[in-house]
């Protein structure tokens, strides 16, 4: 069971990291059916703005989703609210790091704020954003 | 490629169904490592109010993505912000249908503002939000 309202603070943080491969690109094209060319037409992407295939922006997401749901707050957390700002693409062989920090907590509504983000490897912003979570209750035992 | 500013106009709308799989719902934790609990594991979803496993909220804006990067605007757009509010859990077996609608451009940015939401089967609303994207700008010749 992930962490409650009171057992989170402000400042809390947690974070993921994963190189994106192809097996990514086309595993997430196939659950979506997002088949847009800049994912899966390298001779397409060539031409692009990008000069080569790039990730689905909302890789970024999923990974956020990941720290949320298995870290902080964790398991039994329900998900109420994501916005996102999309900084750079993320390119095939990229590491990804997604990190979460707590900002705010209202435990009366039983609500935590979290500021969301990703970085490559060189250290740059992908994504940025925040993430509105109700965090599991203690289980009556 | 895709709808320019210019092409895309208020009301302009877009849709894709899929019914989600187990395929999906596994899919998605391996790609993002979101092996939250209550997307991978029964036994544990049976004590979760949802009483059993759900997708995870990212899957829903996946189909969106697929709408925005391939229908409208299409090919050529880049993303630049979304916000997403999770209004209900999507089930496994569950027909969820991405639908996108221009409400806002700036033709002079080359911005476009689409109300982004996602219905199930029973026509429910389980996600709703908003994207802002770049749409393609005309190829020279």
Not at chain 1, 51 to 80: C, D, E, R, W
Not at chain 1, 98 to 109: G, I, L
Not at chain 2, 71 to 86: E, K, S
Request: net charge negative.
């Amino acid at each position: 069971m992930g962490k409650t309202v009171e057992e989170l603070n402000v400042g809390d943080k947690a974070s993921f990291t994963k190189t994106v491969t192809e097996y990514d690109i086309y595993s997430f094209a196939g659950v979506s059916g997002d088949f847009n060319p800049s994912h899966t037409d390298a001779q397409w992407a060539q031409n692009s703005t990008y000069g080569k295939v790039i990730g689905h922006a909302v890789l970024n997401m999923g990974f956020i989703s990941n720290v949320l749901g298995t870290q902080i707050p964790g398991p039994g957390v329900i998900y109420v609210r994501q916005t996102i700002q999309y900084k750079r693409p993320i390119f095939v062989d990229d590491t990804i790091t997604a990190t979460v920090e707590v900002t705010q907590k209202d435990e009366a509504k039983n609500r935590v704020w979290l500021h969301t983000w990703t970085v490559n490897q060189n250290d740059e912003i992908v994504a940025d954003g925040e993430a509105i979570m109700m965090p599991p209750r203690k289980i009556k035992r | 490629m895709g709808k320019t500013v210019q092409e895309m106009n208020i009301g302009d709308t877009a849709s894709f169904t899929k019914s989600v799989t187990d395929y999906d719902v596994y899919s998605m934790a391996g790609i993002t490592g979101d092996f939250n609990p209550a997307h991978i594991n029964t036994l544990y979803a049976v004590e979760t109010p949802f009483k059993e496993r759900i997708a995870h909220g990212v899957l829903s804006v996946s189909l969106i993505s697929g709408v925005l990067g391939t229908q409208l605007p299409g090919p050529g757009v880049i993303f630049i912000g979304q916000v997403c509010d999770f209004k209900r859990p999507v089930y496994v077996g569950d027909t969820i249908t991405a639908t996108v609608e221009v409400v806002r451009k700036d033709e002079a940015r080359n911005r476009v503002w689409l109300r982004t939401y996602c219905t199930n089967q029973r026509g429910e609303l389980v996600m709703d939000g908003e994207a802002e994207m770049r749409p393609p700008r005309k190829i020279n010749g």
